[in-house]
């Protein structure tokens, strides 16, 4: 793929090299690793669709015993959030007890991981935290702290790496961001 690309009726540039997306899940993975050494068997569950290829290469760097599971919740259409967020669905096996890492593409306004923690929270899990690939700071508008962030951008719609633009772009080994 070359340094602009086109998805739909937008430009988009390149922003994020695959390397450097790379030095930034590693760091994230290996806090992760400090934090969770001595916890019991932790679940990592993906939020699909977005965060397939995030999850595929964190959990080849998680060092400690896990299990990996993914649930799809999806709310988003075009560059602006809906807002509009549907259930969670395929989560089948029982969390209560478990530390849960949530894994995701995005943070933006914060209401689809709110919506998933909320849901988690009432199945008894012994922790709930969010390990998200990106964090926009300047849209989230939760009271929650987020604990681990690979990346911060700012509110620019950005595509590849698992994210997309009405389903392009998800397969981009680097970061683009829209241009026009
Ligand atoms: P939130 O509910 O506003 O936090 O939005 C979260 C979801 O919106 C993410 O899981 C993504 O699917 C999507 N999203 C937010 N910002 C972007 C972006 O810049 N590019 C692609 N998808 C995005
Ligand atoms: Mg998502």
Known sequence: MGDTIKLHDKKFKIMIPAAEIDRAVEAVAQRINRDYADKETPLFLGILNGSFMFMSDLIKK???QNELSF???????????S???????GLNNSIEGRHVIIVEDIVDTGESIDHMIRDLETRKPASIEVCTL?????????ERPIKYRAMEIGNEFI??????YDQLGRSLKDIYVVTE
């Open 62 to 64: 998680i060092e400690f």
């Open 71 to 81: 649930v799809k919740l999806a709310s988003y259409e075009g560059t602006e959030s």
């Open 83 to 89: 807002g509009h967020v549907r259930s969670l669905i």
């Open 134 to 142: 990106f964090f926009k700071p300047g849209s989230y508008r939760k």
């Open 159 to 164: 595509v590849g790496y698992g994210l997309d």
